[in-house]
């Protein structure tokens, strides 16, 4: 037969899965001989059975319960519903994992008419005992009967009228009584039934009531997003109460065995003499420092100190503990791995390995790789960022903060910045032709614009502070204002960007930057050790390209040529390519871009050395170099001496409806193969002289986007062969080198076996991919995708974390396919999962060989993968 | 040992791979006794071992040829090179399937100073004999020798110029011998050797240059678009010369044992007394028809069409036959299986099975279903179009002939239309707005858009003439004016369309109705016994429903909602459903739209009866229905009595950068529930009134548009059903009805079988799988694609005809994890696919339901249907 009680000299920790998260540790604490008040734990096993049952508690549960209370009466000397020495309990819920929206806990469970009276005696306090039940029944009318807490506001509220008390506090014993009858009234009027007299009726009420609360909205709410299965069900503990508040030798507090701030080895928390939890969370009362304790009770904190290193020791992780002091008895009420900030996540998992109470790779797993994001990014100081005045929320596009007077375009940003401003730069929505603005800019905010906006992507590229699509705002780019919470801001003012939560903030806030500590360096170099993927960053300059390497990067897995176009001394020549009429302008055009192109790659490769580079070829619409309004068509007409007309004509006919699905990528070196050839000559040309210079194997890697057709790569590449053979002969001197192409249209993942016969390696481009597979324009789904999460019909924002089920799967088809006919095939992805957590532990899984991210995100990719790696091999 | 040349006493017409099909033709004709002047094949082996051993001819074929040519020396009882009764040959390539590119026929083989006198002797005509030397050396020193072309012809005008001769006629005997000399010369100094006066040299070389021109780039272009294997190779015929110009009983000719043209049990071809075939393609002298034949020759012409009755009763098809009369005796060149018009195709495919000569499934096999297409629309006047002044040629977008005067808005049109007149509408590109211009205009003509663009498709599926993407005409839609070859049309001017072609012609041309005959009825019956998939129809209103019915459509496979929005009755309701600032004004504007929807859907049902209706919910994002240009815009605030600000942002806030990956679809009826609502009131309560009515059971099938995630397809459901189970309240009464999705979106297809969870149906979307799966916009990439096909990236438009590769797996794995879940799941296509033949082939295999296709190619894709069959079975 089963068993649905377990008492907690029964349990231990491993026993989570029946016990819940909270029962298991106090089994655990009882079980090493830890002071806990005694108690039992009835099983998520029994809550599934009550759920399966139609909410009925079966008689044999319920008799194992009448058991398991026999025997903590028997313990602890005390009887239920005593009115001389009466046993109180508290009933919590506990489920495996650590989940809100539950009903939480009851205290005092086991008052009524006779027992306060109990309570009364044993606290010393008659007022506190009547409060104290006047709280249970409201309570517990509230949560298990499901009466409005409303209407007992109401009683209680006419009864501070009538005692002409100002705060609850002035209430007398007599009152309180006197809210008793009423709330008793006002339950028998709801119910039309008494409340429970009978201790054992309130706590069989109690513990269905958990029970159902694992299926109320809110919690199937959380478990949907956290993805904690249903069939879990939550246990229930039933706890003999220890009072804290039975005067100065009496007291409760919650401690940290070390700083979860910054991970300092000494105990961290804080206590209050004299008061039950209760007290703590009310906010009644200014709780004191955790070190106060070793002053007002030096022998109980001896004690304290030492259950915490033994919990410590016992549990090889930083503990989070409850526990109250009854007449200088200490007794533990609960104690779990306790969270913690980033820089102390990672100077508790290197000071534990050091104090070899745990092994590197438990080190790594330990690290949320989301919250290293924090030590690389400058944030608000926090005091100030409370007190500054919100004016909106977007997205939170790019992590950081970001401080300085707002522009509107990138021209009179940059000339502020020459003033010796710091700048924001406020756009409608990003193009590229703002880059130079964004790039000096200290943040971006936009108005229109996802996550995957040109904005987002730029700006965490860059590792700058965006927040994107706060679309509250009204942005008048012409007339420079901005209109946001009621208020119009003019050029110059002053604003504070937070792109960790997307606040907008008025004013300046201070910055403080966080160093990259000691213990930092160490996690990435155990990280180093372990993982097997490599990591690359995305990276289309030496700058760049320098802050990956700093960061760890082990190549550039995404070169993009086409930011290097926007560059304004450039930008005329692009232009003109564009607008030739013939085969000869054009070629003519592409000439005087060829020495900044090779100049582009001469300089990434010198700070790359033999790190692989993987150059993608152009890849954006034509069109996206063209000026965007009359008046910068206009200007561009006087400077090319075009008429305007013809500007527009052109402007007109590279117009496309769906762009994304348009004529860019591969497509253009089909149509124009000289641009191709331009670039290939830059790239093959510059390795040929810094492998001169420098002695070293310059390997580039050249890579064609956006194939779909097997002969797209096979065209593509016969032009880049010939341009590459052109080259040797010229120079006189050869490269090794890598052709090979971006999976990102569907239909390539869906026939790699025949791009493999062409890709010496596959980069998996899975912005483009999701794009294309979902349906979803990233430009324009943004508010969509947020709507779909709200209704539960996405878990994630799948440009954020990739879908494994339906990009996922194409993925893996991508991969298999692609060994199948060329075995020692590379495998990357370049796309913006590159530098999520969650997509690297699938990509490990899935075999890639690297991955690629913007360089700010590159630690967090090393120690994602090296926990992909540990997972797998746990597999 | 192999054996590579046969006579054509040894072959047959089985053995076309070996003899190609001009070989085993004439083996055949020779096997049953028809007069063939004698020969012999060099098989397509010899030809591929003479490619695979460097274009060299093995020793063992070469005997093997001078064997055969011994015996046909002996059989025709002259000699190779004789000065008094000289063998001359033809050597015509001959490949399995008819192929152009390759080198054809020369003629008179066997001709050199010596025995051209015996050729004299033989015609009793030494010019002729020396003109045939003449044009024997330049045809061989061009085509075999690959001496160019210009410069034989630069001695012959020399000649022509010293002789004084304006024509080539006027050259006497001792000119051409002059030109002779000279073209001998020329030879010599271009190679360094004599023209070969050995004729078993001339043969030798020409055998090897048909070998050669296997691997020209013409052929290797044509066998790529036409998926001919390159291990084909081809056969070689080399035939003794007869001579169809040995005066007035002597005479050569073409003829098809039936019309070719119309089907007629009659021989039908041309004839020319005294001449060689040479002459005919000359196009020197006008051939008469074959009847002359019969009354210049009487006893040839009688034997002759014995002949034809033989052949045809041999090969149970029509013959295209080739002859040539010799001093009276008749000898066949040449039969195959004649090509013919859609007319002859149908009458032929009953006639010969009425005669007993084929079974019903080999005629339905020999009706090319795209030729259907020519009985199904008027067509112009053949002589009227030959003699019309051809402005340009867009894409050949929706077949049919229009013509009438240019109107530039439907506005204009429809006032045009009531005054009687006959209209063309000419748009740089349609949008939904435009749809009641194109009903009422005879044809449409856009500069923009391509195969697949607003116009084409909603022209095929009115069956209505468009020409589309006719880039060279410029339109300007404000001024009213088009300009084109030159020329400005203007408002009320005539031009002609032919959709079928994509010319576009000045002034009005006569178009013409054809009949469908009664042969064309009973191939479809013959199609409607034989195949097993069903064929529906894709229809928004009562007007085309009927017309699909008339057509043999067996239900309705997509019904779009959205068309019937546009109406001017409806348009302001939908708008102000669109501008609603809150749920009660939305609903009210929807409110009223119900009895318009509730209508349309009624009249279908009464149409459809009992075939099954199929009906996808709102589609296209909503700004699609808001006004375009200012002016409208401006128009509208004025109606709506609202400000024009409003209406602005409102447009600016739903404009999307790629629509086509944007807020539509099932998207819509998740932002917006009640949208959704309303539809499917209009739907379930138009069923069950016309259940009542009639009697008959109508099952309504709604279909939730581009859904890629299974919880969007459970969303949408769970409101369709709470809106159906609350109709059925409201009316008392029931429907059974089915619940299905498209499956469009590549994510779809892949977790199809989540999908199938809660779909009683799939319809493969087909139009935007291809789109997204190959990341193509057709609004966008027309000419792209265009460019692809001539590059040779692309074999076909894959939005005309399903790319089997990438697309068809998708479908595929869409089929199979679809029936995985739900066995007896009913699957369709509705995209542009489901009208094209060999796309309809490719659903049949992967086990399709139906196709549905627009009205107008519903006879096509029943026998396409059957034709699939009838492979299926054979396989």
Redesign the interface.
Same mark, same amino acid.
């Given at each position: 037969m089963n068993k649905f009680v377990y008492s907690f000299n029964e349990g231990s920790k491993d026993m989570k899965g029946l016990l819940g998260g909270k029962g298991a540790n106090l089994a655990e604490m009882t079980r090493i001989g830890l002071p806990v008040p005694f108690g039992f734990t009835v099983t998520t096993e029994a809550c599934n059975r009550y759920l399966e049952e139609g909410n009925e508690l079966a008689d044999d549960v319920v008799s194992e319960i009448y058991e398991k209370l026999t025997e903590l009466e028997q313990v602890s000397g005390k009887t239920f519903g005593d009115i001389e020495n009466p046993l109180l309990v508290s009933v919590r819920s506990g489920a495996v994992v650590s989940m809100p929206g539950m009903m939480d806990t009851i205290l005092n469970l086991g008052l009524n008419d006779e027992s306060v009276v109990g309570l009364a005696k044993l606290t010393e306090n008659e007022r506190f005992a009547y409060d104290s039940y006047r709280r249970f029944i409201q309570m517990f009318g509230d949560v298990v009967m499901e009466i409005s807490k409303s209407k007992f506001d109401k009683i209680f509220n006419a009864q501070k009228e009538k005692a002409g008390a100002e705060f609850d506090v002035d209430l007398t014993t007599d009152d309180l009584k006197e809210i008793i009858v009423g709330y008793k009234a006002l339950v028998k009027e709801e119910l039309g039934r008494n409340f429970p007299q009978t201790p054992k009726g309130q706590l069989m009420e109690a513990i269905m009531a958990v029970f159902r609360s694992w299926n109320n909205k809110r919690a199937i709410l959380y478990r949907k997003i956290n993805d904690i299965p249903s069939e879990y069900g939550t246990a229930v503990n039933v706890q003999s109460m220890v009072f804290g508040n039975m005067g100065d030798t009496s007291g409760t507090g919650v401690a940290f065995t070390r700083s979860p701030v910054n991970g300092e080895n000494k105990i961290f928390g804080e206590f209050l003499v004299n008061a039950q939890g209760e007290d703590v969370v009310a906010g009644i009362r200014t709780p004191q420092p955790i070190t106060e304790m070793a002053i007002a009770f030096p022998e109980v904190y001896k004690k304290f100190e030492d259950i915490s290193n033994i919990l410590e020791n016992h549990y090889h992780d930083m503990q989070d503990m409850e526990f109250t002091v009854e007449k200088n008895n200490l007794f533990m009420l609960q104690t779990r791995n306790g969270k913690r900030t980033a820089e102390a996540a990672v100077k508790l998992a290197v000071d534990f390995v050091n104090e070899e109470l745990i092994d590197k790779e438990t080190a790594i797993s330990r690290v949320e790789p989301a919250q290293i994001e924090q030590l690389l990014h400058p944030k608000f100081d926090e005091n100030e960022e409370k007190l500054a005045k919100l004016l909106g929320t977007g997205l939170a596009a790019s992590p950081g903060a970001a401080t300085g007077n707002i522009y509107f375009n990138a021209e009179d940003a940059k000339e502020a910045v020459d003033r010796g401003e710091q700048t924001i730069l406020v756009r409608q929505e990003t193009s590229p032709e703002d880059l130079a603005g964004m790039l000096i800019a200290e943040g971006i905010l936009t108005a229109r614009g996802g996550m995957t906006s040109h904005a987002a992507v730029v700006a965490r590229g860059m590792g700058k502070c965006c927040v994107s699509g706060c679309s509250a705002a009204i942005i008048d780019e012409t007339g420079k204002t901005m209109l946001l919470n009621g208020e119009t801001f003019n050029e110059g003012d002053k604003i504070s960007l937070n792109g960790t939560s997307g606040n907008v903030y008025e004013g300046m806030i201070k910055t403080v930057f966080p160093e990259l500590s000691g213990d930092f360096g160490t996690i990435m170099k155990w990280s180093d050790e372990i993982r097997t993927m490599k990591v690359r960053a995305n990276a289309d300059n030496p700058r760049d390209a320098k802050q990956a390497v700093d960061f760890g990067a082990e190549g550039i897995g995404l070169c993009r040529t086409e930011h290097m176009f926007f560059e304004a001394e450039r930008i005329p020549a692009i232009r003109r390519m564009i607008l030739a009429d013939s085969l000869k302008e054009r070629k003519d055009a592409l000439d005087a871009l060829l020495p900044y192109q090779k100049k582009d790659f001469y300089e990434i490769f010198k700070v790359m050395g033999v790190r692989p580079v993987t150059i993608r070829l152009l890849d954006p619409p034509l069109n996206e170099f063209l000026p965007k309004t009359e008046a910068d068509t206009m200007q561009l007409s006087k400077e090319f001496n075009m008429p305007f007309e013809k500007l527009i004509n052109k402007a007109e006919e590279l117009n496309?409806?769906?762009?994304?699905?348009?004529?860019r990528g591969c497509?253009i070196a089909?149509?124009y193969p000289e641009i191709a050839e331009m670039q290939v000559e830059a790239i093959i040309t510059a390795a040929i002289e810094v492998k001169e210079e420098t002695g070293l194997n310059i390997v580039p890697e050249i890579m064609i986007p956006?194939v779909? #057709?097997q !002969?797209?790569l096979k !065209?593509v590449k016969e032009t880049v062969i010939k341009t590459i053979d052109k080259c040797f002969k010229t120079m006189g001197n050869k490269v090794d080198y890598k052709i090979g192409t971006m999976i990102? #249209?569907?239909?390539a993942a869906?026939?790699a076996d025949?791009i493999a016969e062409d890709a010496e390696f596959f980069s998996f481009g899975t912005n483009?991919l999701t794009?294309?597979?979902?349906?979803?324009?990233r430009?324009?789904?943004a508010g969509?995708i947020k709507?779909?999460i709200e209704?539960?019909?996405?878990d994630a924002d799948p440009f954020q974390t990739i879908?494994q089920?339906?990009?996922g799967?194409?993925v893996k088809m991508g991969v298999e396919l692609g060994k199948k006919t060329r075995p020692n095939i590379k495998l990357g992805v370049c796309g913006e999962h590159g530098g999520d957590p969650k997509s690297i532990e699938f990509f490990n899984k899935v075999g890639l060989n690297y991955v690629s991210c913007s360089p700010f995100r590159v630690p967090i990719a090393r120690i994602s993968a090296a926990q992909a790696t540990i997972k797998n091999r746990k597999k």
């Open positions: 496309e409806q769906n762009p994304m699905l348009g004529h497509r089909i149509s956006l779909g #057709i !002969n797209e !065209n990102e #249209i569907p239909r869906l026939l025949k483009d794009q294309m597979t979902f349906g979803f324009s430009d324009d789904t969509l709507e779909y209704d539960g019909v996405l879908d089920e339906g990009i799967k194409l």
